[in-house]
Nanobody, 129 residues
Framework: QVQFVESGGGLARPGGSLRLSCAAP????????IGWFRQAPGKEREGVSC????????DYADSVKGRFTISRDNAKNTVYLQMNNLKPEDTAVYFC??????????????????????WGQGTQVTVSS
């Protein structure tokens, strides 16, 4: 069973930065669109960002656009989420997953989360002063 491994979470102050990593033992991540999601206590899971496999296109939720950047290192088989100018409302457990139905993100991370699988355990991000 494939399961992604997220890391890099922690405590950050408002305005600070963190970089999350997503590794995938057992699969080649460049073959998949990869999405980042988050879930805050008492809230629904939210799609945050996606990196396409078929081209260089990416997608972002409006709440993180201009602050978060998704990237890939195919040599390391890893996808990253650089989070800058963090806000308390970014506090959540962050997960990554692969889209099993398409190689180009479109708006799938925001509207079609059921297309994603290989969920990891997540990494906690807490933004607080």
């Amino acid at each position: 069973q494939v399961q992604f491994v997220e890391s890099g979470g922690g405590l950050a102050r408002p305005g600070g930065s963190l970089r999350l990593s997503c590794a995938a033992p057992g699969i080649t991540m460049r073959d998949y669109a990869i999405g980042w999601f988050r879930q805050a206590p008492g809230k629904e899971r939210e799609g945050v960002s996606c990196s396409s496999a078929s081209d260089s296109s990416t997608d972002y939720a409006d709440s993180v656009k201009g602050r978060f950047t998704i990237s890939r290192d195919n040599a390391k088989n890893t996808v990253y989420l650089q989070m800058n100018n963090l806000k308390p409302e970014d506090t959540a457990v962050y997960f990554c997953a692969a889209n099993l139905m398409r190689r180009r993100c479109g708006d799938s991370v925001r509207t079609l989360s059921y297309e994603y699988d290989y969920w990891g355990q997540g990494t906690q991000v807490t933004v607080s002063s």
